[in-house]
C-alpha cells in the first residue's frame, strides 16, 4: 500500500474508530434481540440498531475510500508517492481546525474527501464569510455565528472550499498561498465571478502570463 494513504487515513482515523464501534455494537445488539425474542418493543430497537450499523458501514466506506481522489490526481499529473511525501513532511502549515495541510508544491484539503491541491496550478484564491443565525424552533432568535472559508480555483476550473472557522486563520492561509503563488488572483469582485463562469480561458490564460512574467523575473 502507498505510503501517503495512510497519512490520509490517519486524519480519518477517529470517523473509522467511530464506525467500527457502531458497526460492532449494532451486531452485537442485534444478535442479542434475536435471541431474546420479538418482544418488549423488539422492533424499535431493531431499527435504531439497524440505522447504528448503517452508519457505522458508512463510515468505514468513506475513511477506506478516503484516498481515492487524491490518488486520481497523483496519476493524473504523474506525482510520485514519495514526491507527495517529501513536500509534506515539514509542511509550511498544518491545521486540524481549517483542515488542510500546505508544503511547498501541494497542499491536501481534507473535506468530506481529501483533495490534493497542486500549488502551482491555482489562478484565483479569494476569502468567504457565510453568516448563520441561528434560532429556537425556527422562529425566535438566539445568536449569529460567523462561518469563514477560502476558496481555490485551479486551471482545470475545479473549485475547493477550505473552512478555516476564523479571520485570523483564513488571514494566515491567504497570505502564505499568495507567498507560494503570488501571480495567482487573490480577492473576491463581482466581475471576477463573472469571468470564472463566462471567460474562464481568458481569466486563465491572464495568470499563465502573470506566472510567465514572475518566472521571467525570477531568472
Not at 472559508?149 to 494566515?172: A, C, F, P, Y
Request: charged share 20%.
Amino acid at each position: 500500500m502507498e505510503k501517503y494513504i495512510w497519512k490520509i487515513w490517519k486524519r480519518e482515523l477517529p470517523a473509522l474508530i467511530a464506525g467500527v464501534v457502531l458497526t460492532g455494537f449494532a451486531l452485537m445488539s442485534l444478535s442479542f434481540a434475536f435471541r431474546v425474542g420479538s418482544g418488549g418493543g423488539f422492533g424499535f430497537f431493531f431499527v435504531i440498531f439497524l440505522i447504528a450499523g448503517v452508519l457505522g458501514v458508512l463510515l468505514i466506506v468513506q475513511c477506506v475510500t478516503s484516498h481515492m481522489d487524491v490518488a486520481q490526481t497523483m496519476r493524473e499529473f504523474k506525482i510520485t508517492s514519495e514526491d507527495l511525501l517529501e513536500d509534506l513532511a515539514k509542511p509550511a502549515y498544518s491545521s486540524s481546525s481549517a483542515k488542510i495541510e500546505i508544503g511547498n508544491k501541494y497542499a491536501i484539503v481534507y473535506d468530506k474527501k481529501p483533495q490534493l491541491v497542486i500549488l502551482d496550478r491555482l489562478i484565483w484564491v479569494f476569502p468567504g464569510l457565510l453568516q448563520i443565525n441561528h434560532k429556537l424552533y425556527g422562529v425566535v432568535p438566539l445568536y449569529t455565528t460567523n462561518h469563514y472559508k477560502i476558496t481555490l480555483v485551479d486551471r482545470e476550473h475545479g473549485r475547493m472550499n477550505v473552512d478555516t472557522w476564523g479571520e485570523k486563520t483564513s488571514q494566515e492561509l491567504l497570505e502564505l498561498i499568495h507567498d507560494k503563488v503570488p501571480y495567482a488572483i487573490f480577492g473576491y469582485s463581482d466581475q471576477l465571478l463573472e469571468a470564472y463562469h463566462y471567460r474562464f480561458p481568458e481569466f486563465s490564460k491572464e495568470v499563465e502570463n502573470r506566472r510567465a512574467e514572475f518566472l521571467k523575473k525570477c531568472l
